[in-house]
T-cell receptor, first 110, second 113 residues
Framework: KQEVTQIPAALSVPEGENLVLNCSFT??????LQWFRQDPGKGLTSLLLIQSSQREQTSGRLNASLDKSSGRSTLYIAASQPGDSATYLC?????????FGKGTRLHILP | EPEVTQTPSHQVTQMGQEVILRCVPI?????FYWYRQILGQKVEFLVS????????KSEIFDDQFSVERPDGSNFTLKIRSTKLEDSAMYFCASSETLGNTIYFGEGSWLTVV
């Protein structure tokens, strides 16, 4: 069964803290991993793409890692800000599609 | 920055009516997708489209659904005989090639009454 799991489902942290969001997948045919941000009622904004040949990608305060052998990816957010509050989705490429997890709802407390 | 655009942003339709959702993918992209998100649930794959034909579809994408690229810029999703359970946000997306970053539009919110 194709499944992407995200833990935790929701997270609240004080502003300024560093945090890690987790994503795991059981399907070994998943070859790339993409992280998205979704604000309420809005579309999906691509944050980072980690291709199968890469181990991590960085963009500003975001760092994403991928360990295909263990079926895990993490999204690290440094020095969190209230504007980071959103739902974060990971999605794995399989064949001609990407498969989404249910997301982690992040709330940064001012 | 190039973006995927979708119209309409919201549509309310009577059960049993046909709906067409429209998308303009990013111009140099070759792969196009439709996804949907029922309120409070996860984003689900519907269909991918490449070289003017469906390359993959999910079990959700049954005979009620069809996709078309009527010209060089638009990509449409048609839903025939809509049902209440078709109410969802429908996202169009595109990518330059397989495995590259997939860019999503802002979505079309469909409400079937």
């Amino acid at each position: 069964k194709q499944e992407v799991t995200q833990i935790p489902a929701a997270l609240s942290v004080p502003e300024g803290e560093n945090l890690v969001l987790n994503c795991s997948f059981t399907d070994s045919a998943i070859y790339n991993l993409q992280w998205f941000r979704q604000d309420p009622g809005k579309g999906l904004t691509s944050l980072l793409l980690i291709q199968s040949s890469q181990r991590e990608q960085t963009s500003g305060r975001l760092n994403a890692s991928l360990d295909k052998s263990s079926g895990r990816s993490t999204l690290y957010i440094a020095a969190s800000q209230p504007g980071d509050s959103a739902t974060y989705l990971c999605a794995g490429n399989r064949d001609d599609k990407i498969i989404f997890g249910k997301g982690t709802r992040l709330h940064i407390l001012p | 920055e190039p973006e995927v655009t979708q119209t309409p942003s919201h549509q309310v339709t009577q059960m049993g009516q046909e709906v067409i959702l429209r998308c303009v993918p990013i111009s140099n992209h070759l792969y196009f997708y439709w996804y949907r998100q029922i309120l409070g649930q996860k984003v689900e794959f519907l269909v991918s489209f490449y070289n003017n034909e469906i390359s993959e579809k999910s079990e959700i994408f049954d005979d009620q659904f069809s996709v078309e690229r009527p010209d060089g810029s638009n990509f449409t999703l048609k839903i025939r005989s809509t049902k209440l359970e078709d109410s969802a946000m429908y996202f169009c997306a595109s990518s330059e090639t397989l495995g590259n970053t997939i860019y999503f539009g802002e979505g079309s919110w469909l409400t079937v009454v």
